[in-house]
């Protein structure tokens, strides 16, 4: 199995060239990396002009292994082959090392790279990758990438400290300044700036490398002070991980890959699987385009009931700097709700939420100065009696938990559960097995007035005394929790008109508020945009649209959610090139072929799992025009599961009326783009 691995960008906050005086002393020998040995010089050539130095070094590396297994291998060293570039013209160091020892057996390759900061060039960045591949050794393979990879990690954790270590030795030496690289056969020109060349130098050493908005659009790697200021402290492997990640979903989806927190999250809920995680990250972004949730919080009108009857709402934060929300389910009446907004409508109002919880966690890591990436949870149960153990509640509640886990995967930090009453084991057993492993470690439960408790035991452990809501003993100004309902964006916590929102008292819904319409079912399709498809091996999926709109424009967005498939859009004239009269639906699906002479109007295009597909076609005649989906799969295979071969995609088409377009039609020439612009605006916050 091949271990790869690829750091985070380092910025030293010092010059190209000393960096580079500062790296020359870390040869032969160097005190931080006490399994480096020595390192002897084999070849050392420079151009004529000194612009490039190629030096190649052996270096001779102490083997950090048991006794017993140095004596198996029998070596108790191991040699590596340096080869450096240096080219002082563009500033740049580019080392490659590999193993000589073993070599038939073991492949390490580990490449990095010195280079000026492309924001300041008064500071220099440096990047590395590595990858090793045990194939054969004695047996000892598990072990070998074990001790491989934890001496690895301890030589990268060393990496930045050694560089700073010299650059402060030439300091005490004396050497605070080494003068950049000048061809001697270029003759160079000053032109006299004064003291504003100096003040513009001066800014630019204070510049911070990266600010939390501006870098998700960078191709430059992720800084490791930027994902230490804003996701947190990662080992090298967890590092290493985000940036695969970051990568792959870039190479899948473009401009519109998500924010490096979200990225985050998800591979945390994936035990830093890149694979799980892109997986699971696709098919949230699906979810997240089909149910239109970019829009959620722009759009989402909330009803009255829920403004006069659901006991939620934020409510300052913890001591950790999260987003505290309340929840007085004890005084919710969960039968009135579902009965008065029925399933989908309860739980687009949890959605809500959860998207409030987003932006408010971005705020507060932008305020508090650190990493903030999940939200508290407090749930209150005074109250809490068995008509919250209504089956169709119940039901509801369980469906609402699975969304949120797959969708909003390590947002809940921490769930604070006060005043649990005799009847909560029972809903407790019903509804935990449902919750994810990882979430049911964060609950921690107060049972009669436990949660008063002083110091270590008590809710004051993770919420201030002054932010303890009244009804649960606080008592000071910014306890006091007004009930008003859902907390318009004005109350939001880091907002500066207010600290402090509120819950509603909640209560029972008065029945005359029921929708005697409404059935506890749901209806989740009934919300998406989009036509959700399968197709078996060979089959055909058509939407026919007939037109007599000539510079009309058919537009179309589908993402694939399984399996490949080819894309194709054909034409067919009206008899005699006239305006259909055809009284067909505008949508026809077929799976036989299609009757008479259809032409491609554009060609035909072979889109890959997970890929999300953008595209628009100017009709310029009347007539027939046909979006074609296709599942080719035709190999002759005897799997174990039909179903592996099935692929499915989502949907969604129109048709623009030309009187829009009249006079800009060369603005809408056709294209189809396989990277989405639009499906995650919310996750790139």
Known sequence: MVQQYQSPVRVYKHPFPLVMMAYERRFPTCSQIPVLVGCEIVSDEECKNGTFRITERRCKLNVDAPYILKKIIGVDYVYFIQRNILDRRNSVLEIEAYNESFSSRVTVIEKCRYFVHPQNPEWTCFEQTASLDIRNFFGFENSMEKLAMKQYAQNIAKGKEIIEYFINKLKEEGIVYVSPWKDPNETSFTKDTGNADEESQENLSLKEPYTYSDLQNKEMQLSSDYIERYLGKLNMIQESKLIQLRQSMKELRGSSVPSDATLLRFLRATEFSVDKAKEMLTQALHWRKKHQIDRLLEEYQVPQVVKDYFPGGWHHFDKDGRPLYILKMGQMDVKGLLKSIGEDDLLMLALHICEEGLLLMEEATTVSGHPVSQWTLLIDLEGLNMRHLWRPGIKALLRI????????????????????????????????????????????????????????????EYIDPEFIPDFLGGSSE????????????????????????????????????????????????????????????????????????????????????????????????????????????????????????????????????????????????????????????????????????????????????????????????????????????????
């Open 478 to 685: 910014d306890s006091m929790c007004e009930i008003y309902g859902m907390v318009p964006r004005r109350f939001y916590i880091f907002d500066a008109t207010t600290n402090n929102t509120c819950t509603a008292d909640g209560g029972i819904v008065p029945k005359q508020l029921y929708n005697l319409d409404l059935e506890i079912t749901s209806t989740e399709e009934g919300h998406s945009l989009y036509h959700t498809i399968t197709l078996s091996r060979g089959q055909i999926h058509r939407v026919i649209i007939h037109s007599n709109d000539p510079g009309a424009v058919l537009t179309w967005d589908f993402d694939v959610i399984r399996h490949n498939i080819t894309f194709t859009v054909l034409y067919q004239a009206s008899p005699d090139n006239k305006p259909s009269s055809s009284d067909k639906e505008p949508e026809v699906t077929e799976t036989e072929e299609i009757k008479g002479p259809f032409v491609k109007v554009e060609p035909t295009i072979t889109c890959h799992d997970g890929e999300s597909i953008q595209g628009s076609h100017i009709m310029q005649q009347a007539g027939t025009y046909v979006l074609q989906w296709h599942n080719q799969d035709d190999q002759v295979e005897f799997l174990p599961s039909i179903s592996s071969h099935k692929a499915q995609l989502m949907y969604f088409y129109e048709t623009l009326p030309s009187i829009h377009y009249r006079g800009s039609m060369m603005s809408l020439q056709s294209g189809i783009s396989t990277k989405s612009e639009a499906t995650s605006s919310f996750l790139s916050r």
């Open 401 to 460: 938990i699975e969304i949120v886990e797959i969708n909003y995967p390590e947002t809940m930090g921490r769930v604070l559960v006060t005043r649990a009453p005799r009847c909560f084991p029972i809903l407790w057993t019903l509804i935990s097995t449902f919750i994810n492993e990882n979430t049911r470690k964060k609950f921690m439960f107060y049972c009669g007035t436990s949660y008063q408790e002083q110091g270590a035991g008590g809710i004051d």
